[in-house]
Each structure stands twice: as structure tokens, then as C-alpha cells.
């Protein structure tokens, strides 16, 4: 099977040729790349991509790796790079509410060192509270997974979102003809 490969930084995987993205690229028809959308955290810098599939007569779907990159950051970049409306969200984005599930040495390394705005202010509920009202404004359907977000953020998002929310499951598909899309006028 050809796989192709690509990356927002230079890498190398045996066997195969890595393409580097450094910019919003289209990687075939409806699929394209945010390409790097950076931020600085506490270890250092993370240039984290997402994958933008364009759903005709719907919208942009979002599929984001660990949102380290912020929700505010990645809506941004994606509605200065790219044209159609945004429909869904799915993956993660670094909601580490209360207490991460990386602990090392004591210190929460999810919540201190990888959220919020640095070692001493943390993401915190309001900011969380903040996302979901801008998630509300933004997609039809949110689908979050629990790799860098609490179980009490997406309790958060469950209560408050106001379109589908759809807890991601490993082996469980998501349909989107399941939903009707809503105005831009009702969001």
C-alpha cells in the first residue's frame, strides 16, 4: 500500500519519504493540511497540524491531534486559510481541568506545563467555560476524545455545547449524515 507521509517539521520514518508542510497545503481533493500552527509552551515550542476535510454542503471538518495549539489559535488560522464554513471538531483540545493524567514527580505536567499560560496559571474552568461558548459560535458538531482533556472538561462540554457533542471513542465511527446543520444564523 503507498502511504504517503506528512509532517509540520522535518522527520524521517524508514522506508518511506517524509513531506515536510510548512504552510495550509491541499493534500488531495477535499483534504488538506493547517499546516504548523505553533505555540510556546513551558517545555518548549510544539508546531501541531490538523487535517481540514472540506464535507460538500456542510463545512469544514476539523480532525486536531492534541490541541495544544489552542482552540482560539486553530479557529483563526483555518478561517484566514481556507474559504468554506466550519462544521465539526474532532480529537482533542488540551482541557486538563482540575487535574491532568500525566502526573511526574508531583507536578501536573499536562495542566503546568502544557495549558493555560504558563507554570502558575494553568487552564482554568472559566477559560474551559470560554472555549465551549466559542465552540458554540464556530461548529455544529463537536467530537472530543480524553488523551489531553479532563473527564470534568468534557463533562463541561457536554453541558454547555450547544450543538451535537459526541464523545470520541477508539473503534466507534461518526456519521455525519446522522445531523442536521444548523444556521449560521442559530449558532
Given at each position: 500500500?503507498?502511504?504517503?507521509i506528512f509532517a509540520p517539521i522535518p522527520l524521517s520514518y524508514p522506508g518511506k519519504?517524509?513531506?515536510?508542510?510548512?504552510?495550509?497545503?491541499?493534500?488531495?481533493?477535499?483534504?488538506?493540511?493547517?499546516?504548523?500552527?505553533?505555540?510556546?509552551?513551558?517545555?518548549?515550542?510544539?508546531?501541531?497540524?490538523?487535517?481540514?476535510?472540506?464535507?460538500?454542503?456542510?463545512?469544514?471538518?476539523?480532525?486536531?491531534?492534541?490541541?495544544?495549539?489552542?482552540?482560539?489559535?486553530?479557529?483563526?488560522?483555518?478561517?484566514?486559510?481556507?474559504?468554506?464554513?466550519?462544521?465539526?471538531?474532532?480529537?482533542?483540545?488540551?482541557?486538563?481541568?482540575?487535574?491532568?493524567?500525566?502526573?511526574?514527580?508531583?507536578?501536573?505536567?499536562?495542566?503546568?506545563?502544557?495549558?493555560?499560560?504558563?507554570?502558575?496559571?494553568?487552564?482554568?474552568?472559566?477559560?474551559?467555560?470560554?472555549?465551549?461558548?466559542?465552540?458554540?459560535?464556530?461548529?455544529?458538531?463537536?467530537?472530543?476524545?480524553?488523551?489531553?482533556?479532563?473527564?470534568?472538561?468534557?463533562?463541561?462540554?457536554?453541558?454547555?455545547?450547544?450543538?451535537?457533542?459526541?464523545?470520541?471513542?477508539?473503534?466507534?465511527?461518526?456519521?455525519?449524515?446522522?445531523?442536521?446543520?444548523?444556521?449560521?444564523?442559530?449558532?
Amino acid at each position: 500500500m503507498d502511504t504517503s507521509i506528512f509532517a509540520p517539521i522535518p522527520l524521517s520514518y524508514p522506508g518511506k519519504d517524509v513531506t515536510t508542510i510548512d504552510k495550509p497545503t491541499i493534500l488531495m481533493d477535499s483534504l488538506a493540511s493547517t499546516g504548523p500552527i505553533p505555540r510556546q509552551l513551558v517545555l518548549g515550542r510544539v508546531d501541531e497540524q490538523a487535517l481540514v476535510i472540506h464535507l460538500e454542503n456542510k463545512g469544514l471538518v476539523v480532525v486536531v491531534g492534541c490541541g495544544h495549539q489552542t482552540l482560539t489559535a486553530l479557529i483563526t488560522h483555518i478561517e484566514t486559510h481556507f474559504e468554506a464554513p466550519l462544521y465539526a471538531l474532532i480529537g482533542d483540545v488540551h482541557f486538563p481541568l482540575e487535574t491532568g493524567r500525566l502526573h511526574i514527580a508531583g507536578i501536573d505536567i499536562q495542566r503546568r506545563l502544557a495549558s493555560g499560560s504558563g507554570l502558575l496559571s494553568p487552564i482554568g474552568k472559566q477559560d474551559v467555560l470560554n472555549d465551549i461558548a466559542l465552540m458554540s459560535q464556530k461548529f455544529d458538531i463537536v467530537a472530543l476524545g480524553a488523551h489531553d482533556t479532563s473527564d470534568q472538561a468534557l463533562v463541561l462540554v457536554e453541558e454547555h455545547f450547544t450543538g451535537e457533542f459526541i464523545p470520541v471513542r477508539a473503534g466507534k465511527p461518526i456519521h455525519f449524515d446522522d445531523f442536521v446543520t444548523r444556521t449560521k444564523e442559530a449558532r
